[in-house]
């Protein structure tokens, strides 16, 4: 079921929508001005996100702004009661992802939503877009406790499949269900060269948060990272890159890092 994700106004109380995290959401945000009580002055999307606190997308960074923080958007003034949205928590998606000397990728990745139902949920699902196909070779879905559980595919057409978690320990209504995926990614990395290139594009099926957090190989020199990251970490073992971002369904931003392995 699609949502439209309407726009941010100035009004009483706080609406946090966290219910249906998992819905697609088709609709494109507007694009607001906000100034902060710091002066720090913003333009981009604003989302809700946990309970008192927001994130707004930029052009280059994702911020997670307390509601306390806000102090005028699109010019009109926020009270201290702070601000009132309409739209879905995203869901939120985090991966720790290690290359191997040969460009092969092991990915673990995290992914957290709430119940939005009045009833007991006993199972989760999400969607895997056509360029995503190859992770379910390898795919393993675990619960918070290390469980590993089990897993249904679905078609949906021939540009989506729908994976349902079927859930051990069933989460009760506005619970936060939390998930770990690991599969092997064959395609993001590349040799170019002397060179060697990372390269994650988004296009996910659906709106979500975004934290990607990359590991180089043993002895490996960054050359360039693009966009600037939220985290970079350099050392003689194994440097670590870190974007966030909130991507729309299907967007595509690219993130590149272009490396160098010592000779052998």
């Excluded at 998606?93 to 939005?116: C, L, Q």
Aim: hydrophobic share 35%; with cysteine.
């Amino acid at each position: 079921m699609n949502r439209r994700q309407a726009a941010m106004v100035v009004a009483l109380g706080l609406f946090l929508a966290a219910g249906g995290a998992y819905l697609l959401l088709r609709a494109r945000p507007r694009v607001h001005t906000v100034q902060l009580r710091d002066g720090r002055r913003l333009e981009g999307l604003i989302i809700p996100y946990r309970q008192g606190s927001y994130l707004v997308q930029s052009a280059d960074q994702c911020l997670i702004i307390p509601q306390s923080e806000f102090s005028r958007v699109d010019d009109a003034r926020v009270e201290l009661h702070g601000l009132s949205a309409e739209g879905d928590a995203p869901i939120e998606y985090e991966t720790f992802e290690t290359i191997g000397v040969s460009g092969e990728v092991d990915i673990h990745a995290t992914m957290r939503w709430k119940n939005p139902h009045a009833r007991v949920l006993n199972r989760v699902r999400w969607g895997y877009a056509r360029h995503e196909f190859g992770y379910l070779e390898s795919l393993r879905v675990r619960d918070s406790f290390g469980r590993e559980l089990p897993i249904e595919i679905q078609d949906r057409g021939e540009d989506r499949k729908l994976v349902s978690v079927h859930l051990d320990r069933p989460a009760l209504p506005g619970e936060e269900v939390v998930t770990t995926t690991s599969y092997r990614e064959k395609s993001v990395t590349w040799r170019d060269g002397e060179e060697w290139v990372f390269r994650h594009t988004g296009d996910y099926p659906d709106n979500r948060l975004v934290t990607r957090t990359v590991q180089l190989p043993p002895g490996a020199a960054i050359l360039e990272v693009d966009p600037e990251p939220l985290y970079r970490l350099e050392t003689g073992e194994r440097p670590l890159v870190m974007w966030r971002r909130y991507f729309l369904q299907g967007e595509r931003i690219p993130w590149e890092i272009r490396y160098r392995l010592p000779s052998p």
